[in-house]
């Protein structure tokens, strides 16, 4: 039996970091413009809090400017859209990114909306995910936008392949659809209520798995050969009884890995695989965003 090909998102990561920084170097030379990403942190939220440093520290690595904005878990929404607006109108300023979730008194869509589309590099306003729905170039939502790279990084083309995607959020499921359809596959979408979901992971010659259940995909539905990406990221208990009382968690994605990998052709572990894609996917559409503003104008 032989084991599939690991997928190594933290080589291929990195090494797409030090490609934007070549570029962002490039930029600078080119039109005497460095790139800048404001990110807004609302609230206290550890996670949130952790995500936003990586973020700031990755984006000061590759040379670009990393504008902070952190308010009150009190803040009112309308402050928030004020802020907004003031990016929208900062010529520094050619990414733009709200830390998800928000507090509970703050209605997501309203604030996602109020990004200008040109700087909405988490590609999560309305404008971006319609150009992606009609396969016109856009700011692509960055999980989607890294599994892709490792796709093609592993299999070249992508034509004719028939695609599953597992799990229809508008963050993931649904722009790794459309990237995939744009990419002459195949796809089927699944969801909670789709039937014989085996069944179509055994057609499949790629399958996503983004659905947020630790373990979810088996090695018995997988189609030998398969390509499989794994979204998932999920923190379990450890094994071991005494880490485990102590509280221990580990994180495991929504693939069955150790038995999937003697299955599949090639795989993502997590960690590893896809999370570090997605912040360079990140740094890769701020500065997509900065030529596309900087070019318009
Ligand atoms: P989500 O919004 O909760 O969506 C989960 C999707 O899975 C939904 O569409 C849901 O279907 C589907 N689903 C749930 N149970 C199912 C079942 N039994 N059979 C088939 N489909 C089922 O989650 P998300 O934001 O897309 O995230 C998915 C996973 O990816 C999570 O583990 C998350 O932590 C991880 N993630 C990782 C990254 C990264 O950087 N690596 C980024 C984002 C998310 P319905 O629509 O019918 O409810």
């Given at each position: 039996m032989t084991e599939a090909i690991i997928i190594d998102g933290k080589e291929f990561s990195s090494n797409l970091r030090n490609k934007i920084a070549e570029d962002v170097k490039a930029f600078k030379k080119e039109r005497s413009i460095v790139p800048g990403l404001a990110v807004v942190l609302v609230g206290e939220d550890p996670a949130s809090r952790i995500y936003v440093r990586k973020k700031e520290e990755m984006?000061?690595?590759?040379?670009?400017?990393?504008?902070?904005?952190?308010?009150?878990?009190?803040?009112?929404?309308?402050?928030?859209?004020?802020?907004?607006?003031?990016?929208?109108?900062d010529p520094a300023v050619h990414g733009i990114l709200v830390q998800l979730p928000l507090p509970k008194h703050i209605d997501t869509p309203t604030i996602l909306e109020a990004i200008d589309p040109d700087k909405d590099v988490d590609g999560f306003h309305v404008v971006n995910a319609g150009r992606l729905a009609i396969g016109t170039p856009s700011l692509v939502p960055c999980t989607p936008a890294g599994c892709m790279m490792l796709l093609e990084h592993t299999l070249g083309s992508l034509k004719g392949k028939n695609a599953l995607v597992i799990g229809r959020s508008t963050i993931v499921g649904r722009p790794m659809a459309q990237l995939l359809l744009a990419a002459d596959c195949t796809v089927t979408i699944a969801h909670r209520h789709t039937k014989n979901l085996e069944e179509l992971c055994q057609q499949a010659d790629i399958v996503v798995a983004a659905v947020g259940i630790p373990h979810f995909v088996k090695a018995s539905w997988l189609k030998p050969g398969a390509v499989v990406i794994d979204v998932g990221i999920n923190r379990v208990p450890v094994e071991d009884e005494t880490a485990k009382a102590?509280?221990?968690?580990?994180?495991?994605?929504?693939?069955?890995?150790?038995?999937?990998?003697?299955?599949?052709?090639?795989?993502?572990?997590?960690?590893?695989?896809?999370?570090?894609?997605?912040?360079?996917?990140?740094?890769?559409n701020t500065v997509q965003a900065a030529r596309n503003l900087t070019s318009a104008s």
């Open positions: 984006t000061t690595a590759v040379g670009m400017n990393s504008l902070s904005y952190r308010l009150d878990a009190n803040a009112s929404q309308q402050e928030l859209l004020d802020l907004i607006g003031t990016l929208n109108h102590a509280g221990k968690t580990r994180i495991v994605g929504d693939v069955d890995f150790v038995e999937a990998a003697k299955v599949a052709s090639a795989i993502t572990p997590v960690p590893g695989g896809v999370g570090p894609m997605t912040i360079a996917c990140l740094l890769n």
